[in-house]
């Protein structure tokens, strides 16, 4: 069965500095790519690179940006993306020396995406509107996985029908105490790597191999499609969570959003 990806495509415009400016401060960076990006984009190409069967929903405009976008995700099903009268999502992104990152999102065309009709297995993140989220989440008839980010606090009832959210630890302090989702949290806690708390009221430490990051965009992105696919080959969340950390450390050495191992990467991380 293909898993739907609800999201956002972005152009990444990415600067490297020698440390990330404080406010009102100018200083030179030593480098600029344009790369695409988007965190439905970068989890749909992440998903692909393990082999499985993805379509993106989402929207770009009908610009160069758009087409940048389009041409990067070989190996997924992009019929479902709409070219749209926005111009197509832009992130400024600014990277340091020691891999830390500063991100501003302007969603553009992100913000006309829809709500596919028919939805089975589902992953989702909040960088398309709330609306389209809820829509596609209640539409949804297979695993239902949100990734919520960027931080917004939620409703209640988008939670209880959510199988298996992903968060950091920033976008934890956002949920309620206990949110009522089926199968449980996971929140990743970079270099630290990620807690489980199931719903059955189990606490689990997951351990992040240790690498040397030298950009660490990508790494949640990395982290959700790794976990996806071990989920829909019928790992348990733990063990899930475990390719996630894995395939986030993998990220991390490897410049870009779209840092994400292939299968085999992953295999041989795992041991
Ligand atoms: P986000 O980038 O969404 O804020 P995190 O920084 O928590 O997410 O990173 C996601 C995952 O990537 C972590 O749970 C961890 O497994 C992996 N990761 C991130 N940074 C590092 C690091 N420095 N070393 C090893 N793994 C990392």
């Known amino acids: 069965m293909t898993l739907t990806v609800v999201g956002s495509l972005n152009v990444d415009v990415v600067v490297r500095v020698p440390a990330l400016p404080r406010p009102g401060e100018t200083l030179l960076g030593t480098s600029v790519a344009r790369l695409a990006g988007g965190k439905g984009a970068n989890q749909a190409a992440a998903l692909a690179a393990l082999g499985v069967q993805v379509a993106l929903v989402g929207a770009v405009g ?37 891999g830390e990152n500063t991100i501003v999102v302007v969603p553009g065309a ?59 630890e920033g976008e934890a302090a956002l949920l309620p105490a206990e949110p009522p989702v089926r199968r449980g949290v996971v929140t990743t806690l970079g270099a630290r790597g990620a807690v489980v708390a199931a719903a ?32 829909l080959d019928g790992h348990d969340l733990v063990e899930a969570t475990r390719h996630g950390c894995a395939a986030g450390a993998l990220a991390v050495t490897r410049p870009g959003a779209r840092s994400a191992p292939t299968r085999d990467e992953l295999a041989s991380a795992l041991g």
């Open 62 to 98: 009908d610009d160069a940006d758009g087409a940048l976008c389009l041409a990067s995700l070989d190996g997924v099903d992009v019929s479902g993306v709409r070219r749209v009268a926005a111009p197509t999502g832009l992130a400024l992104i600014e990277v340091d020396d020691a």
């Open 110 to 168: 992100n913000a006309l995406a829809e709500a596919p009709a028919v939805v089975g297995d589902l992953l989702v993140q909040l960088e398309v509107p709330l609306d389209v989220v809820t829509l596609s989440v209640e539409r949804a008839t297979g695993l239902v996985v949100l990734n919520a980010a960027p931080a917004v606090a939620l409703p209640v009832s988008l939670l209880a029908r959510v199988d298996v959210l992903v968060v950091n």
């Open 200 to 231: 059955d009221g189990s606490h689990t430490e997951v351990r992040a191999p240790v690498v040397r990051a030298v950009d660490t965009v990508g790494a949640g992105d990395a982290f959700v499609g790794a976990l996806v696919a071990a989920l």
